[in-house]
């Protein structure tokens, strides 16, 4: 499940491993075997700050070492975040080892073509606060990383849409809640590993995409930020560790254990069991062709937690959907997801406040699963990104996407033994022009056209407009 943190852990191992492996500061110790100044110890955040983007699925933080001090305090229309230093105590806090972010994002959707129950507004808010064990002078190479986040607001219904159409409504929970949602630990070992445990968001981490992986500033529609089949297999947020072993410098391999019982809005400890519990494997190629880079994850996934069985003998599939007898459930459950995201085009003449490559890519996304214990059993997705927009405006990014939601054939069986009729695929395709008015403050214009699996459901026609601040 942890395609991400290949890719985005490579920073830790190839930079921060290597320094622990052949120098004489790794754990403490100076070259004359004294004990090491706070300045000797190795800070990701330093070294291999691309680690925090992809935990944070957002390129900059505060306290960036990349970040031009001009955006910290500059012209309110040049800062990367709106408070700014607030007064110097967000740098002193950030070079001693404690980094805090804030956003907030505010959207307003509704159908054009009547098929909604009219225009809704939601709003969420995410507060990350993360400890840099080496800044902090404690011992080299960890995180410590904490995301509390809270929603509220109403979000679109009545367009027949199986997947919801805004996926930031779903975190932490839908309709609304307040929760600390992901506390844990990354740390760096010798010999290109590493590892992370805690309660975390794998949902976000497994399924890595260059220009279709974040709610936030790109894509709504939760088929084109993630591979939902993964939702069986693993809560928005969980209980669980990481393995990570960097094989080659674009080459990695993870290994996974999570709870498949818990969520974001409760510690976990409650629900936790290991007869619930998730495993995977995630293979990532991060490889960059010229100055094209690409991602790409390949993912197998079992879950001991068991599902319910759609494959239902006829003789009783009544008393079973009447619940005149128990559902039957399979044991365990598994599946395969592939993503891959690819530049074509990139210019390396204009640059973005944020670092990421200006140009174009591909991306897509597969996924498959069982049809007798899935209610999603297959997925696909395709599209093209960009970073870098109309009019010479580098900060912008836009995407056109494609997703098909494939529905398990037991399960439409069953349902139509009833009298209960879904079709095959739910399709979507959404466009969107995320438009950076500063690096602080983001607009974009997000449209979607969804072909529900309900076949009483008119096609639907959605548009919406989404605000990002950071703070």
Known sequence: MMGLLGSQ???????????????????????????????????????????????????????????????????????????????????????????VDAGVTQVVQGSANGTSDGARYYGSAD???????????????????????????????????????????IMPAEPSALALSELYAVQALPAGFSVLAGKVNFTGLADTNLFANNERSQFLYV?????PILGAFVPYTSLGGAVIKQITEDLSVTGVVTSNNTNAVTPGFEDFGFDTMTYGVAATWTPKFG????????????????????????????EVLTGQVPAATRTGNYALTLTASQYVWADESVKRSDGLPVGIGLFGRFGIAPEGRNVIDQFYSLGIGGFGGLFGRADDNWGIGWAGTHFSDDLRSDLSAVGVSIDRFEHAIEAYYNVAWTPAARTSLNVQYINSANPAADDAFVIGTRLQLDF
């Open 9 to 99: 852990l490579r920073g830790i191992t190839l930079i921060t491993g290597a320094i622990l492996v052949g120098s004489p500061f790794a754990f403490g110790q100076s070259a004359d075997g004294t004990e090491a100044t706070e300045k000797e110890f190795i800070s990701i955040l330093d070294v291999a700050p691309a680690v925090y983007y992809g935990l944070k699925r957002m390129p900059k933080f505060y306290g960036d070492p990349n970040m031009d001090p001009a955006t910290v305090d500059g012209r309110l229309l040049d800062r990367q975040y709106l408070f700014g230093s607030l007064g110097g105590l967000r740098t002193q806090a950030a070079e001693n080892g404690l980094v």
């Open 291 to 318: 100055n094209l880079p690409g991602n790409y994850n390949a993912l197998a996934g079992y879950t001991s937690k068991d599902p319910l069985r759609y494959d239902i003998d006829e003789r009783y599939l009544f």
């Open 223 to 227: 088929g084109l930020n993630n591979n």
């Open 127 to 169: 507060l990350w606060a993360v400890l840099d064990t080496g800044r902090a002078g404690l011992w080299s190479g960890g995180l410590i990383v904490s995301h509390l986040e809270g929603n509220w607001g109403k979000t679109v219904t009545g367009t027949g849409a199986v997947l919801p159409l805004n996926s930031d409504s």
